[in-house]
C-alpha cells in the first residue's frame, strides 16, 4: 500500500517535469509515516481531587511535609501546604501519615510482550532471527490481557511504562511507552506523544544467540563489529533519504529497519541500551560518538558505579536494579550500592524491574538502594531517591514535559501509599492516572481483571 | 537415631572458636512466632543458645555486647534454595551443580559434594543474615531430583549440617514435562519407583523383578522415602496436584511429605490443614505464570496459615540459587498485606517465623536451628533494626557460636570503587 502510494506520487514528479522547465532542485515530496500507529488513549476522566496532609515527593527531589496536591481536569492542578484548597464539589482526602508522590514509571519492562502465563505461544519479545532487527516494533507483541499491567498498577502504583524487545539482538527494535490503563489493543495504551525508543544490546546474549548457531556475532568484537557496520548503513541511507527530501530526485528505496535507526540519528528514537559492564558502556558510547546518535540510558547498569564519572559527563542515565547479581557473568560486580554511587557521581540513576514480579515493588528496590547508600555514608533523602522512580525515567523517556513529577501542568498520574513507600509495610492505597481514580484498595469495583483472569480461580481476589 | 546423628554432626561442626558471648539490651525475636522482647538478652555458649529473653544473666567470662537499639534474631533459615549449587547460573559452564541432567542417576544423587562453602553467593547470603539453606537440586531427566542438604552458610569447610535431609520430586507441570509430557505419566512414573524402591527392600540377594525402569542406586535410594525415613519434598503449584500428593498416601501410607509451592494452596487450604503437612510456599507469587498458578495470590499464605496450615517460606524456582537474602523482605510485604482490604497478611511474628523457625520445622530439623530457644545452634544475628525492614542490616552474624565475617566480592568492589579520582596506582592496586 505504502509502496504503490509512493509510486503515484513518482508518476505525478515525472509527469510536472515532462510539462514545465526541470526545477533546479526539488524537494522530495515522499514521506515516512513517523507515526502510522497513533495512540487512540483517552484519559478516562475523575472528579476533582485534593490530597491533604500528605507527605508530598514531587519526584524531581522535592518535598513537602504536611502537603497538599490538587487534581483537577486530569492534570496536577496545585501542590502547596497546608493552605491549599479545595474547589467547591472536589473530594478530599485527609492522608494523615501517607505519601504522595507521582506514579513510578518503569523504563524497562516486558509485560504484554512476555505475559504471563508464560507459554511459548505468548513469548514475543524476541525476534532472534538476526542479530539486526530494528524493524521490529515491541507494540506489535504487545498483549493488551497481560494480567502483569493490573498488578504492576495496584501492588507498585506503576502508572507509565516502556516495553522493550528482548536482548537476544544487538539491535532488538523498537520499545512504546505506554500508559498503564487498561484497554481492547495496544494503541489504546500508548503513551500520547511519547517518543519510540530503540533497544540494542552488548554483551553477552546477542554473542550467545548467534554464536550458538554459529553466526556472526560469536564475540564481543562481533558484536560491536556488527553494530557499527550497521550503524554505516544506516548513514548512508540517512544520507539518501536527506538528499531526497532536501532536493528531490529518484526516490530512494524505503527499508523499515533503516527507518527506526534513520530516526535514531535524528534524535528523534532514544536509544535504550542493554549493557552490563563498565567497560562495554565506554565503548558503547565512543560507538555513538562515532556514528552521531545519543545513549538515552543503559539498562541493567549493574556496573556503571566503576564509571559513573563518564556517565555524568556524557548525560546518561543507568536504569539499574538494587540488587540482582550474579546470575551471569556480565552481573558477577554488580554491588548493592551501585545505585547510590550513580547518584552520588552526579549521574543520572533509575530503578528498573524487567520484570513482572519487580515491578509490583520498584518503590522497595529504590529503599534498598537507598539504605545501602546510608550505610556507607551517601546521604540520600526520600525525595531524591524518588527521582529514580519517576522524574529520571521521564527524562530518559522524553516525556519529563508530561509526566513524572508533581507539578502544576503535568498529567495527573499519581500514587497515595499506605504508609512510607521505602518500607516493606507499605502498599499503594489509591492510583490515578490522567486523574482518573485506576485503583482504591478499599473499593473491589477499583481493581481492574484481565480478559485472560475472567471466570478462571481467584478472578475476584486480591492479588 | 537422631540424637546419635546430632552428636557427629556436632562434632563435626567445629565448634573450636565458639566463645561465650551475651547480647544485652536488644529487641529480642526468639523466631518461634513469639512477639518481639524489649530488652532482652541472649546467650550463646559451645556453640548452642543458652537462653534467650528478659531477666536472662550474663555468665562470667562472657564476652558482652550492648545491643542497644538493636534487634537480635535467630539466622535466617533459607525454606527452599539451591544455595551453593552455583557461582553463575548462566554461561559459566561448571560453575553450576544445579542440574544433572546429563547423568544417569537421579533419586540417588545426593548434592553434598556439589555444595561449595567458598561460594560467593554463600558469602553474600552470610552478610545479609542468611546462615542456613535448605538446598535442593534440580531435576534432570528423572521427576526425582536428588537428595537435598541442611547446610550453614559458615565461612569453613563444614556447610553441611545434615546430608540427605530429604527427597525431592517433580510433581506437577514441571514434572510431567520431564515424564514424557503429561501428569498421568508423571504418578505412574512416581508410582512405579516407589513400588521398585519397596519391591527392593530387604531383598538380600538383591534380586529384582522384571521390567526395572530405575537403576538398583536410584531405587536403593527411595527405600527409606517409602520407609518414611526420608522426608519427600513434593513440587506442585496447582490445587488438584496438591490433592493429588495427599491422596498418594494413602497408597504408600509410610510416606512422609511436605509440599513446595503451593501457589494455589489457599483453595484447599482445609485439605491441606487437615493432612497436617508442612507446605515451604513461595512468598509473593500473584502472576497466574503459568496454568498450574491460576489461582496466584499474595494472600495465598496467610489464607493457608488462617486455616491451619503450617507454612514456610523459600523460593521456589525464584532466583533460588543467591536471593535468599530477600525473603525478609517478601516476610516483611506479608504484613504489609495486613492492611490491604480483602487480603490477608501474617502477623510479623509469625511471619518472621516463617523464615527462620517454620523452615527448619518443615524439614524436621527445628529443634536444632531457626529459634534462639535453649539448646539451638548459636545462629544469631545483630540487626541495625527490624530485619523485616527494608533499611536494615545485619552488623554482626554467628553461627554456630563463630563470629562470621560479613565481607565478600561486593563489599569489597564497594571500597574499591568509593572513589573514582585517579590516584597514584590504578583502582588494581586497592584491595
Redesign the interface.
Known sequence: MRGALAAIFAMALAGCAALAPPPKSKPGTVHIAENPYPSTYHPYGGVPTLIRNATVLDGEGGRIDNGSVLLVDGKVQAVGGADLTAPEGATVIDAQGHYVTPGIIDIHSHLGDYPSPGVQSLSDGNEATSPARPEVWAEHSVWPQDPGFSRAMANGGITSLQILPGSANLFGGRSVVLKNVPSRTVQGMKFPGAPYGLKMACGENPKRVYGSKNQMPQTRMGNIAYVRQTWIKAKEYDRKWTKYEKSGGEIPAEDLAMDTLRGVLHGKILVHNHCYRADEEAIMIDVAKEFGYKISAFHHAVESYKIADLLRENGICSAMWADWYGFKMESYDAINENIAYVQKAGACAIVHSDDPNGIQRLNQEAAKAMASGKRVGIDISEATAWTWLSGNPAKALGISDQTGSLKAGKMADVVLWNGNPFSAYTRPDKVWIDGALLYDSANPKLRPVSDFELGQPGERDVK | MRALLATILLAGASPLAAQTVAITNGTVVVGDGSEPVQGGTVVVRNGRVVAAGRGVSVPGGAEVIDATGKWVTPGIVAGFSRLGLA??????DGSDDTDSGNGPFNAAIDVTPAINPKA??IA?SRADGVTRAVVAPVAGKNIFAGQGAVIDTGDDMDAVLRARAFQFVELGEGGAGIAGGSRATAFVLFRNALREARDLRGRIDGARQDDVLLTRFDAAALVPVVQGKQLLLVHVER?KDILNVLDLREEFPGLKVALVGAT?GW?VAHRIAASGVWVIASA?N??????E???????NIGRMRDAGVKVAIGMID??D???Q??QR?YA??L???S?????TGVSWSEAFAMISSRPAEAVGIGGEIGSLEAGRRGDVVIWSGDP??????PEAVWIDGVRQPLDN???K??DR??S?DREALPEAYRK
Open positions: 557461582e553463575v547460573d548462566l554461561g559459566a560467593s553467593t553474600v490445587a494455589e483453595t509473593l500473584d502472576l497466574p505464570a503459568s496454568f498458578m491460576l489461582a496466584a495470590t499474595q494472600s525464584d532466583n540459587t543467591r536471593y537474602r530477600n523482605q516483611g510485604n504484613v504489609a498485606l492492611k490491604v482490604p480483602g487480603a523485616l525492614e527494608l533499611n536494615s542490616a566480592h561486593q563489599t568492589l564497594r570503587y568509593r573514582l
